[in-house]
């Protein structure tokens, strides 16, 4: 199942910084204690996400606080090694914007990574609440003074710890009211209207022939 992007905690460990704007650090760190979201990730987590770049010949995207409207340069290689996920990016020195942050690092006014991604897989410690994302999709990597906006983060995981749990009502055979239906939608990717017409068509009956049970039957084997 995929989940809308989210961002991680700061990983505060940019290394090397040169005038040309060349710079080194990880971006993702495995294991250890969990996030301030409550989240681990598994050593491995990012190797299929890699694979498929290269194989696209792309790269996550380099954004300046996670705002998809400033890029801020390019990724030149991103590598899994024991500790996390390591990165080389260049800021692109002729953007306002990236000078901006160029200039903030030289002077250690700021030295965060932080990852976007879609979760792909992942385990739940039922004692803890823990989640250990063990395989996502990477999206973007940003350059950060701080997490993002911490109200959304939060909102971003109470969405997804909810998507969680009604999909093991789901698994269990159970029946979700309209407005749980409606939220579990929304959770796989799918934006208000869509999630409120799916809602239309497959809980109240508007669907044609096909019955309330049947599409929930079909939802179920698909979580199976």
């Known amino acids: 199942m995929q989940i809308d992007t989210k961002v991680t905690s700061p990983v505060l460990q940019i290394k090397a910084l040169t005038e040309k704007g060349e710079f080194e650090g990880y971006a993702s ?27 696209n010949k792309t790269m996550p995207k380099l954004f300046w606080q996670h705002n998809r409207d400033q890029p801020i340069g390019r990724w030149l290689e991103l590598k899994e090694d024991d500790k996390g996920l390591y990165g080389v990016g260049k800021l692109n ?14 002077e250690g006014d700021i030295d965060g990574l932080s990852i976007g991604y879609r979760i792909k897989a992942y385990s739940v410690d039922t004692e803890t609440g823990v989640w250990t994302l063990e395989k996502l999709d990477l999206r973007e990597i940003s350059v950060v003074s701080i997490g993002a906006n911490p109200d959304a983060l939060i909102g971003s995981v109470k969405a997804l710890k909810q998507s969680h749990d009604l999909t093991e009502r789901l698994k269990a055979g159970d029946q979700l009211q309209e407005r749980e239906f409606e939220l579990w939608l929304k959770g796989l990717g799918f934006s208000n209207s869509q999630a409120e017409r799916a809602v239309r068509l ?11 049970d049947n599409e929930r039957a079909f939802l179920q084997a698909l979580l199976s």
């Open 29 to 55: 760190t495995f294991g250890g204690e969990p996030d301030d979201y409550g989240d681990i990730i598994a050593p491995g987590a990012y190797a299929e996400s890699l694979a498929d770049h290269a194989a």
């Open 93 to 106: 020195m002729g953007v306002q914007c990236a000078r901006e942050a160029h200039e903030l690092l030289k």
């Open 202 to 212: 497959h809980l109240k009956g508007q669907a044609g022939p096909a019955t309330a």
